[in-house]
Structures are given as C-alpha cells and as structure tokens.
C-alpha cells in the first residue's frame, strides 16, 4: 500500500478467527454501505450490523474509509475472478453477442453487490495493481484476436483497454442515476460498445 493510503492501514489477522472477524465487519460494512451510502455510514452502524463491538471494529479497522478500501480489495479480486478463462466464456458470441455480455456481466455484478455504487463514490484514494489491468487486457486481447487475426497483440491489448475504460466510464454514470433511469443507460452503452467492436474486431 503506498504512502497515500498509509491512514487506511489495518491490522491483518494472524488467525482464521481474526480473518472471520474481519469478513463479518466487511459485509456488514457492505450492508450498512448499500442502505445509507458512504456519507451516512459510521464505524457504529458497522459494529452494530455485525453484532461487534465498536472497540472490536477499531482492533481492525481504523478508520471508514479503511473498511471501504478493503471492500474495494475484495470487490477488485471478485472481478477478476469473473474475467477469468473469458476465451471459453465468449466462445460462438457475435460481435453484438460480445458486447452485451460485458456490459451485462458489470451491471450484474453492481446489482449483486449494492454496496459498489457506494464504495464507487467514497472519497478516498485507491489504486489498482496495474498488474490485475495488464493481466485481464491480455486475456481480452487474446478473445478479440480470435475474432480478427489481423490484430496484433498490442492492438488487440489497446482495444482492450478502450472497451475496459468503456465500462467503467458506464459504472459511474449508473452509480449516478435514478434507479428507473439505469436501464437506458445500459442500453446506449450496450449500442456503444457494439459499435466500438464492430470497428475494430470485423474486417
């Protein structure tokens, strides 16, 4: 962690009942997130939510934005997890097909985990390890070649990163909207990720 995020460094449990202990308090902090957001959420509605308390919670965590940095951890390893083997995940899609299914695939993970939006929004500085970006462009690089040969590596990894930034500027603007307005949003991302990857990924 570096020295930006130095006052978000907790104590790492040494035991399988420390590591318990702190899955409980981060999904209640994922509860507590969900229903109040960031601005609203305090170290006591955590504890309480977790049936801890509030010293057990500090033994942990220092601070909010501690918890939340360990939930944007957790929330960061999930994601790769889903992007995992995407060659045998896409395999026979279209282009149309292709492009549905990433932005379905991130919608579907923001309305299974509602305190994303919120830790979206928290005010803290977070960086990813550029290794996890370097690694999953790779793996979609590999997936767009199967559908242009002519691409090389580095363009297919380019296109990679354009389609990745695609997406996330999507997260923001669906952690923004009202509710009733989110399904239109995904539609014209839908339309533009489409587009995007018919002009890249068909000769």
């Given at each position: 962690?570096?020295?930006?995020n130095?006052?978000?460094?907790?104590?790492?449990?040494?035991?399988?009942?420390?590591?318990?202990?702190?899955?409980?308090?981060?999904?209640?902090?994922?509860?507590?997130?969900?229903?109040?957001?960031?601005?609203?959420?305090?170290?006591?509605?955590?504890?309480?939510?977790?049936?801890?308390?509030?010293?057990?919670?500090?033994?942990?965590?220092?601070?909010?934005?501690?918890?939340?940095?360990?939930?944007?951890?957790?929330?960061?390893?999930?994601?790769?997890?889903?992007?995992?083997?995407?060659?045998?995940?896409?395999a026979?899609?279209?282009?149309?097909?292709?492009?549905?299914?990433?932005?379905?695939?991130?919608?579907?993970?923001?309305?299974?985990?509602?305190?994303?939006?919120?830790?979206?929004?928290?005010?803290?500085?977070?960086?990813?390890?550029?290794?996890?970006?370097?690694?999953?462009?790779?793996?979609?690089?590999?997936?767009?070649?199967?559908?242009?040969?002519?691409?090389?590596?580095?363009?297919?990894?380019?296109?990679?990163?354009?389609?990745?930034?695609?997406?996330?500027?999507?997260?923001?603007?669906y952690?923004?909207?009202?509710?009733?307005?989110?399904?239109?949003?995904v539609?014209?991302?839908?339309?533009?990720?489409?587009?995007?990857?018919?002009?890249?990924?068909?000769?």
């Open positions: 962690m570096d020295s930006e130095s006052r978000f460094k907790r104590r790492i449990p040494r035991q399988e009942r420390g590591e318990r202990r702190v899955a409980e308090l981060v999904d209640a902090a994922a509860a507590v997130l969900s229903e109040v957001g960031y601005d609203a959420a305090t170290m006591k509605a955590i504890a309480k939510r977790a049936n801890a308390s509030i010293g057990a919670v500090y033994q942990y965590f220092p601070n909010k934005d501690a918890v939340v940095l360990a939930l944007r951890t957790q929330y960061g390893k999930e994601m790769e997890g889903r992007w995992s083997n995407l060659e045998q995940a896409t026979g899609l279209s282009v149309r097909q292709l492009a549905q299914r990433f932005v379905d695939g991130m919608v579907g993970f923001m309305e299974e985990h509602p305190a994303y939006i919120a830790v979206l929004d928290a005010p803290i500085v977070y960086k990813h390890d550029p290794r996890m970006r370097e690694h999953l462009c790779e793996q979609l690089g590999d997936v767009f070649r199967t559908r242009r040969a002519a691409l090389s590596k580095k363009q297919a990894i380019l296109v990679a990163n354009v389609c990745l930034q695609i997406i996330k500027s999507m997260n923001l603007l952690a923004q909207a009202k509710p009733k307005e989110r399904s239109e949003i539609k014209e991302f839908k339309l533009a990720l489409t587009a995007y990857f018919e002009s890249r990924l068909t000769s």
